[in-house]
């Protein structure tokens, strides 16, 4: 239902007469095998996983959000030359990509992003300040490694695990999985600005 459910019960009705249930409990439609469209399905597949690629980057870089960066290409297979051509100037727009250009290898500076059939690099350089970027990820780093630390060492504790309630328990492991997680991203981004040295 839209904002409001009234209208579109009442067109619903009105639309067959003979329709006993409410539209807010009536099943979704469903469409024939012949709609479905495989390819169609394979290249947004690769558009959207492209995208997310270079905006995971530019997030972990701390690359501004407004900033407009080149995109080189490394490597493309057919498949995904296709899919860029035909879906250029939204991968652009979404991924905050100013041009694409070729390029054998990437330059100094530069983060590597393999995508389906492809290597692309974002080039750095210029725009972010990679010694204050590298510090503040140390730190979390080192942060999260002590929070890590801790949960694990609680969770260790045979004591911990004979007191506490079960709630308490599950809660805490999946605190320190989560922290894993993080600590897992941010230690993939620092290994990433350190390759830019």
Not at 29 to 39: F, I, N, Q, S
Not at 130 to 151: F, H, N, P
């Amino acid at each position: 239902h839209p904002f409001m459910p009234f209208i579109t019960e009442e067109l619903w009705a009105l639309s067959a007469p003979t329709r006993e249930e409410l539209l807010v409990h009536a099943d979704w439609p469903t469409c024939g095998e012949e709609l479905v469209d495989a390819a169609a399905e394979t290249e947004i597949g690769w558009v959207i996983d492209l995208i997310e690629k270079v905006r995971s980057v530019r997030g972990e870089m701390n690359v501004p959000a407004g900033t407009k960066t080149p995109l080189l290409k490394l490597s493309l297979d057919a498949a995904g030359e296709t899919a860029w051509t035909n879906n250029e100037s939204m991968i652009m727009r979404q991924a905050r990509i100013e041009a694409l250009a070729d390029a054998e290898a990437a330059p100094k500076g530069s983060a590597t992003i393999a995508a389906l059939g492809g290597t692309f690099a974002l080039p750095l350089e210029g725009l972010i300040d990679v010694a204050a970027e590298r510090a503040r990820l140390e730190r979390t780093v080192g942060k999260l490694e002590k929070e890590l630390a801790g949960l694990q060492g609680r969770l260790n504790n045979s004591k911990f695990r004979e007191n506490a309630a079960e709630d308490v328990i599950a809660e805490t492991e999946d605190a320190a999985s989560r922290k894993a997680e993080e600590l897992g991203r941010f230690g993939t981004a620092l290994g990433r600005l350190r390759e830019l040295d």
